[in-house]
């Protein structure tokens, strides 16, 4: 069986209403997805992106909260418009642009985060391992990175 | 070109009357190809003071290397105006230190352009209207000043000062918007595979000397990221890695603060192209924000006028 595609997420701790979806986001998420908890998705800088993109994440996905429902009033609206373009600029050099994905949870959602993260690594399955820009040389445990 | 004995006689005016403490400007190089920036002090050492095609710095960079309160006379045109309200709305400097010597820039000459048409034995350039008069040690080439522009002159859009106290020469035309934007949507044609071809290629001869980053006036963070340590932002060695990184994120710190003037790509040793990266940038706030960096010194960049007027921008959910 083919490996599944990796996911990078980067969720903000505050978006996730239901403790239930929080706690299976917290311990029940599958290998293939790395977990980034942010206090806001104003938090995430545009190099985390890039980290993920260039240790070889397949896709990366950020979830946050509706517009006006930001913990921090307008924390998701200054990182969506950094992220989005930051997503433009690295499509314009050879990242797929389909491959970075943005979620906005509301109140009512229960259960969403499982379906978005599931048509999203089906999505990725349908585009093949990600190859461009993954330039991170590994390093073994215990080593000091260049 | 404008008169030189105008410009000198400002800058002698402006430190005998002590409006300034220091003129930035340009004086003549070690090589007839690189005049080199100078910072002139006394109203006698002035007459070294010079201007022409060939000064490739983008001055701005030194306001933020000047002591903060001193007050600073500076020689500008279209991109360095830009660069200084830049800095201005950046609180990077207050404006009443300030005073511009502003002058219509009619681009500027890519001395690498000029060395392949001529080879490197060149002795003096001289300007004249649209002619540029090449000497050498084997005799004189007269060339067309419009084939030596260097790239992101010829794209120019703003080449007159918009906010200079004092202009010396005539105002240019405006360029055409449409020269800026043709370049990022030829690029944006290829497919992603060529795209990050012609990025790989590039950045693969990045020898991490910075010289892009100390060449750019917006380039003015204590420490840079790359510079830290711990945790350490993205690998410092020329890797793969490493060099992607700087070149992607070094322009993405330019979002909505770049004024296009091409510092970055005449400064670097390697001859990389990189203003193609900035240019996508512009061409995006332009677009999606209209909005231009330095046109005036109080509109903040798009990415620090965040308002919940946004809402309606992106989709909701997930695309």
């Known amino acids: ?146 | 070109m404008p008169d030189i004995e105008a410009i000198r006689n400002e800058a002698k005016r402006l430190l005998n009357e002590g409006v300034v403490e220091v003129v930035v400007a340009f004086k003549a190089g070690e090589t007839p190809l690189h005049p080199q920036p100078a910072f002139f002090r006394s109203a006698e050492e002035v007459d070294e003071l010079l201007y022409d095609g060939l000064c490739q710095n983008n001055l701005a960079a030194f306001l933020t290397r000047l002591p903060k309160q001193s007050k600073v006379g500076m020689v500008v045109r279209g991109c360095e105006n830009r660069s200084v309200n830049a800095l201005v709305v950046e609180k990077q400097k207050s404006r009443e230190n300030l005073f511009l010597i502003g002058v219509p820039c009619e681009g500027i000459l890519d001395w690498h352009k000029i060395v392949s048409e001529v080879g490197e034995a060149v002795t003096a350039v001289k300007e004249d209207g649209q002619n540029l008069m090449v000497e050498t040690r084997d005799g004189y080439q007269l060339l067309e000043r419009a084939d030596f522009l260097h790239d992101s002159c010829k794209r120019c859009i703003h080449p007159n000062p918009m906010s200079a106290d004092i202009l010396i020469g005539e105002p240019l035309p405006e360029g055409d918007p449409n020269l800026a934007r043709t370049t990022v949507e030829n690029f944006e044609t290829q497919t992603i595979e060529d795209r990050y071809a012609w990025f790989q290629k590039e950045a693969e001869r990045c020898i991490r000397c910075y010289a892009c980053r100390q060449a750019c006036p917006m380039c003015y963070c204590e420490e840079c990221f790359v510079d830290h340590i711990e945790p350490r932002w993205t690998e410092s060695g020329a890797t793969p890695a490493g060099m992607q990184g700087w070149h992607i994120v070094r322009a993405f710190h330019q979002t909505g603060r770049c004024t296009s003037c091409g510092a970055c790509e005449r400064a670097c040793p390697m001859d990389i192209k990189m203003t193609y990266l900035t240019e996508k940038l512009n061409h995006d706030m332009r677009d999606k924000y209209n909005f231009e960096a330095g046109l005036d010194a109080q509109s903040q960049p798009p990415f620090a006028a965040v308002t919940l007027d946004d809402k309606n921008r992106f989709t909701v959910r997930g695309e």
């Open chain 1, 1 to 146: 069986m083919p490996d599944k595609p990796k996911i990078a997420l980067f969720q903000c701790r505050w978006c996730l209403y239901s403790p239930t979806d929080q706690e299976w986001v917290d311990t029940k998420l599958p290998e293939n997805i790395h977990l980034t908890k942010t206090p806001c998705t104003g938090r995430i800088n545009p190099l985390y992106m890039l980290n993920a993109v260039q240790g070889g994440a397949d896709g990366v996905m950020i979830s946050g909260c509706l517009p006006e429902q930001c913990h921090f009033k307008t924390g998701n609206m200054a990182a969506r418009r950094q992220l989005d373009e930051f997503n433009d600029f690295l499509d314009y050099i050879g990242y797929d642009k389909q491959r970075v994905r943005f979620v906005w949870l509301d109140l009512q959602d229960r259960g969403i985060i499982q379906k978005q993260l599931a048509a999203f690594e089906q999505d990725l399955e349908g585009m093949g391992p990600a190859s461009n820009l993954a330039t991170r040389v590994k390093v073994a445990e215990g080593e000091q990175n260049a």
